[in-house]
T-cell receptor, first 117, second 110 residues
Framework: SAVISQKPSRDICQRGTSLTIQCQVD?????MFWYRQQPGQSLTLIAT?????????ESGFVIDKFPISRPNLTFSTLTVSNMSPEDSSIYLC??????????????FGPGTRLTVL | GQSLEQPSEVTAVEGAIVQINCTYQ??????LSWYQQHDGGAPTFLSY????GLEETGRFSSFLSRSDSYGYLLLQELQMKDSASYFC???????????FGKGTRLHILP
């Protein structure tokens, strides 16, 4: 299993500012994932963060808006840049412990609840 | 494109059995996962099916038919604590990346 912590747990920010969310894992993992979830909605994958390479972004998400760092195998950050009220959401990081083809369990952090005014 | 369809809401009685269906259309398919999420909590893993058939874990079972692009989650002996949202999720390739369905809100009546 994996234990994941996120900072901050919540924040209220002003329009036009940026917020960096940290994700720390208690074990070394190759891939970390960043999701966004509106209350009562599904999880939308923003990007995959691999250590030692550029993050891979999903359709509709760009690096200028959501820059990601992955300095080592236990840590990643997601920055929400030039925020607008539409960025208000819960941001979650997750990791998968490589289980091969027969297992695909992902562990999620507790999330960061972001409100943009 | 990708699509995962599941009912938005299901209501069942405590002690009963409920089935939550999921149909998918994705560019690739390696397996189907199910996650549970309580209000205010993070998603937690329930099951993963890579091959056709039924996987059982305690009160929860999950089924997959790759030829029908269909799976379901079966919850038996429902308890009030099972009230939560349930998401199916597809693994499209060898990476651990998964794509989530819209989720099914399960309401349990006493």
């Amino acid at each position: 299993s994996a234990v994941i912590s996120q900072k901050p747990s919540r924040d209220i920010c002003q329009r036009g500012t940026s917020l960096t969310i940290q994700c720390q894992v208690d074990s070394q993992v190759t891939m970390m994932f960043w999701y966004r979830q509106q209350p009562g909605q599904s999880l939308t994958l923003i990007a995959t963060a691999n250590q030692g390479s550029e993050a891979t972004y999903e359709s509709g998400f760009v690096i200028d808006k959501f820059p990601i760092s992955r300095p080592n195998l236990t840590f990643s950050t997601l920055t929400v840049s030039n925020m607008s009220p539409e960025d208000s959401s819960i941001y979650l990081c997750s990791v998968g412990l490589a289980g091969g083809l027969t297992s695909n369990e992902q562990f999620f952090g507790p999330g960061t609840r972001l409100t943009v005014l | 494109g990708q699509s995962l369809e599941q009912p938005s809401e299901v209501t069942a009685v405590e002690g009963a059995i409920v089935q939550i269906n999921c149909t998918y259309q994705t560019s690739g398919f390696y397996g189907l996962s199910w996650y549970q999420q309580h209000d205010g909590g993070a998603p937690t893993f329930l099951s993963y099916n890579a091959l056709d058939g039924l996987e059982e874990t305690g009160r929860f079972s999950s089924f997959l038919s790759r030829s029908d692009s269909y799976g379901y989650l079966l919850l038996q002996e429902l308890q009030m604590k099972d009230s939560a949202s349930y998401f199916c999720a597809v693994r499209e390739d060898r990476d651990d990346k998964i794509i989530f369905g819209k989720g099914t809100r399960l309401h349990i009546l006493p």
